[in-house]
Nanobody
C-alpha cells in the first residue's frame, strides 16, 4: 500500500501562485509515475500533469506554460507549481501515483480556489 499526503491548496486571487506537494510513503519502491489530476464541480477528473521516474513529464494543454511539475525521488514527493492562476483552475486537486506493476493510488484531494 501507498499513502499520499497532499498539502498546499487554498484560496488565491487570479494571477497569483500556489505550490502543491504530495508525499508518498509505504510500499514506495515500485513507484513509476507521480502526477496531479483535478476535478471541478460538475466535470470529470482530468490529468493536470505527470512525471515519470525516468524524467518524462506531460501537461494538460490548459496549464502548459503556467504549471510546472517536479519530483524529488529521494523524498518520494511530487510538486506542482501553479503560476498565473485563473478562475477556471478552481478544482479539487488529487495526487496520483502509479507503480511499475500498474497499481494506482490517490490522495485525499486538496481544494484550490481562484477568485477573479
Amino acid at each position: 500500500q501507498v499513502q499520499l499526503v497532499e498539502s498546499g491548496g487554498g484560496l488565491v486571487q487570479a494571477g497569483r501562485s500556489l505550490r502543491l506537494s504530495c508525499a508518498a510513503s509505504g510500499s514506495i519502491f515500485s513507484i513509476n509515475v507521480m502526477g496531479w489530476y483535478r476535478q471541478a464541480p460538475g466535470k470529470e477528473r482530468e490529468l493536470v500533469a505527470s512525471f515519470t521516474k525516468g524524467g518524462s513529464s506531460r501537461y494538460a494543454d490548459s496549464v502548459k506554460g503556467r504549471f510546472t511539475i517536479s519530483r524529488d525521488n529521494a523524498k518520494n514527493t511530487v510538486y506542482l507549481q501553479m503560476n498565473s492562476l485563473k478562475p477556471e483552475d478552481t478544482a479539487v486537486y488529487y495526487c496520483n501515483v502509479v507503480s511499475t506493476y500498474g497499481s494506482s493510488w490517490w490522495g485525499q484531494g486538496t481544494q484550490v480556489t481562484v477568485s477573479s
